[in-house]
């Protein structure tokens, strides 16, 4: 992206000052695999043969202590184990992690819990000890149906595995979302829609369709597969968006999709700016106070981030959001929601005025990628389309 050529009105002045804290939710980092997926850019490693399982757990739950001052009495809404594989640890481990945050943390009567898996990794015994230790919401990596897809993007799963593994989760979990991926290399529209018509097929409450992308620092970039074209690649979107709208679903998020009232709370609070912990190797924390917003890493291999816990230290960096940056972290973030967000939420998130911002979205609305009114600020269609395009007038040089 490039810096608009509008400046920003002059916001050094300005002191942070939050009326009221935004919702807080807890983000735990599971780093091993099985195998490196060549398209992957998370933090994730292969777990050649056992891994540390109980030394990591203990270290998580000392993170989690050492993070305590930081939210003294803020409630958490939502929990998300994330990857890597958190599939690939035991019903008992997982019940010792969400025991130690209910007995650390106000866990919110309601808090929905999320645990992401990998066909390849499923056992029901399993999944019923995930289920019985407090889970209640599965992700599913499934990605594709076919074989032949599946072997290119460096799956361990097939497609028969695949839908035995979502058998398995409905027995245990009523609230079930499937990762789906298109555009995949000598992929066809045909086989593109026959995905996600399977996937249909399971009537999952949750559907996330990502675009591949190859990313810097995994294999497909540096050794880039054969992808369908631009044209091919769009049609894939169109026709997956029109299937799923059709079989019920709510496309709420660029890449989302929701049977209704079961949009995914976690994510939501990322997308609507809200606040979030992180522990583990490599987690990320975004985390306010009344006077200042800051962000946190955690060192990301996973041995030196033990090592660091036992010293008291997994922080690896942390800085002060500035005032500058505020409104586009926002924007970036609540402009993914197709339906927008309230125009009251960008102060209250923010502790910005709305002024701030006006000639970007004046800028937006011009070029017909944003809508707004007294209430709503939304992209339009052209601009859910070329979201990158609309994310760029509010990207302010922060020199």
């Known amino acids: 992206m490039t810096t608009h050529p509008l400046q920003p009105i002059a916001l050094k002045s300005q002191a942070v000052n939050f009326q009221a804290l935004p919702p807080l939710s807890l983000y735990i980092h599971i780093p091993w695999c099985v195998r490196k997926c060549p398209y992957?850019?998370?933090?994730?490693?292969?777990?050649?043969?056992?891994?540390?399982?109980?030394?990591?757990?203990?270290?998580?739950?000392?993170?989690?202590?050492?993070?305590?001052?930081?939210?003294?009495?803020?409630?958490?809404?939502?929990?998300?184990?994330?990857g890597g594989t958190p599939s690939l640890l035991s019903g008992e481990s997982v019940e010792q992690i969400l025991r130690s945050v209910r007995m650390l943390l106000p866990l919110d009567i309601g808090a929905e819990i999320t645990l992401e898996a990998n066909p390849g990794t499923v056992e029901a015994a399993r999944f019923a000890a995930y289920r019985e230790a407090g889970v209640n919401r599965l992700s599913m990596g499934i990605q594709s149906f076919n074989d032949a897809h599946l072997q290119a993007l460096g799956r361990i799963h097939?497609?028969?595995?695949?839908?035995?593994?979502?058998?398995?989760?409905?027995?245990?979990?009523?609230?079930?979302?499937?990762?789906?991926?298109?555009?995949?290399?000598?992929?066809?529209?045909?086989?593109?829609?026959?995905?996600?018509?399977?996937?249909?097929?399971?009537?999952?409450?949750?559907?996330?369709?990502?675009?591949?992308?190859?990313?810097?620092?995994?294999?497909?970039?540096?050794?880039?597969?054969?992808?369908?074209?631009?044209?091919?690649?769009?049609?894939?979107?169109?026709?997956?968006?029109?299937?799923?709208?059709?079989?019920?679903?709510q496309h709420y998020e660029t890449s989302a999709f929701a049977q209704p009232k079961r949009r995914a709370k976690h994510n939501l609070n990322y997308w609507q700016f809200g606040d979030y912990l992180g522990i583990g190797a490599g987690a990320h924390s975004k985390l306010s106070f009344p006077d200042k917003v800051i962000r946190q890493a955690r060192y990301k291999q996973p041995q030196a981030y033990m090592q660091q816990v036992a010293k008291d230290a997994p922080i690896q960096t942390e800085h002060e959001v500035s005032r500058v940056e505020l409104g586009f972290e926002f924007m970036m973030n609540a402009l993914r929601l197709n339906e927008g967000f309230g125009s009251v939420l960008f102060q209250e998130r923010t502790s910005l005025p709305l002024l701030n911002i006006?000639?970007?979205?004046?800028?937006?609305?011009?070029?017909?990628?944003?809508?707004?009114?007294?209430?709503?600020i939304a992209p339009t269609q052209l601009g859910q389309r070329f979201l990158n395009d609309l994310l760029e007038i509010f990207l302010r040089d922060a020199a």
């Open 358 to 376: 006006r000639r970007e979205l004046e800028e937006a609305e011009r070029r017909g990628l944003l809508f707004r009114d007294h209430q709503r």
């Open 40 to 82: 992957c850019d998370f933090n994730s490693h292969e777990a050649r043969g056992a891994f540390p399982e109980q030394e990591y757990i203990a270290a998580l739950i000392r993170d989690l202590e050492l993070a305590l001052p930081l939210i003294w009495g803020r409630k958490v809404y939502t929990v998300f184990f994330g």
């Open 158 to 249: 097939s497609a028969d595995e695949a839908k035995r593994a979502i058998v398995i989760a409905q027995q245990h979990f009523g609230n079930l979302n499937l990762d789906l991926m298109y555009a995949l290399p000598k992929q066809t529209l045909d086989e593109a829609l026959q995905d996600v018509q399977t996937a249909l097929s399971f009537a999952p409450q949750h559907l996330s369709c990502y675009h591949l992308t190859l990313e810097p620092n995994t294999l497909f970039y540096r050794n880039p597969p054969s992808l369908p074209d631009d044209d091919v690649s769009s049609d894939m979107q169109q026709h997956i968006e029109e299937l799923l709208v059709a079989a019920g679903y």
